[in-house]
């Protein structure tokens, strides 16, 4: 499969743990963005890398959350001291290198709960 | 700032019926628009986008959406619904810049009902 791939695709986790999430974006795309859904809602932007340099980070990414691509290729995201606020679809998606916008690839998500 | 504004939580259509769902937007620069298709427990898959090309777009699973700049409206339709169809619909805005951060409407759950 040469989609986008995300793993796990389920954690249940205790407050108070950390969790890290492991997103494997489209061969030789070179952008790649998390978003955050929760039940009954459209996902929001959290942040966006282009390569291994994250250029954009939304104000719904606390101090908790922090999101890493250190090689350009694969990108993880990790919350510490989880909340049960913070159960939520966790999505990544990448698009190719091109100045047109074109759409986003999006895998099939981690949903976080949080008990 | 955009803005992304998807009118109805719920829409319910008998199969065979039209399907229509409404989006409309609001964006300070010229727009490129998307419908994604969300399904129980998966990720979004893109329906169709309107990338300042050809107002009438069309896309997969014979969706195919008006891009109304006077209306500032993208809706979605379908002349046949099939049971296959039943989903969250997701309308969304992407932002100008070069890369493609998208604002996204809170989404339209779709029943089709014999």
């Known amino acids: 499969d040469t989609g986008v791939s995300q793993n796990p695709r389920h954690k249940i986790t205790k407050r108070g743990q950390n969790v890290t999430f492991r997103c494997d974006p489209i061969s030789e795309h070179n952008r790649l963005y998390w978003y955050r859904q929760t039940l009954g809602q459209g996902p929001e932007f959290l942040t966006y890398?282009?390569?291994?340099?994250?250029?954009?980070k939304s104000r719904l990414l606390s101090d908790r959350f922090s999101a890493e691509r250190p090689k350009g290729s694969f990108s993880t995201l990790e919350i510490q001291r989880t909340e049960q606020g913070d159960s939520a679809m966790y999505l990544c998606?990448?698009?190719?290198?091109?100045?047109?916008?074109?759409?986003?690839?999006f895998g099939q998500g981690t949903r976080l709960t949080v008990v | 700032a955009q803005s992304v504004t998807q009118l109805g939580s719920h829409v319910s259509v008998s199969e065979g019926a039209l399907v229509l769902l409404r989006c409309n937007y609001s964006s300070s620069v010229p727009p490129y628009l998307f419908w994604y298709v969300q399904y129980p427990n998966q990720g979004l898959q893109l329906l169709l986008k309107?990338?300042?090309?050809?107002?009438l777009v069309k896309g997969i699973n014979g969706f195919e959406a008006e891009f109304k700049k006077s209306e500032t409206s993208f809706h979605l339709t379908k002349p046949s619904a099939h049971m296959s169809d039943a989903a969250e619909y997701f309308c969304?805005?992407?932002?100008?810049?070069?890369?493609?951060?998208?604002?996204f409407g809170a989404g339209t759950r779709l029943a089709v009902h014999p």
């Open positions: 969304a805005v992407s932002t100008s810049g070069g890369y493609n951060k998208l604002i």
């Open positions: 998606a990448s698009s190719p290198p091109t100045e047109k916008n074109t759409e986003a690839f």
């Open positions: 890398f282009q390569n291994e340099a994250q250029l954009e």
């Open positions: 309107y990338t300042s090309a050809a107002t």
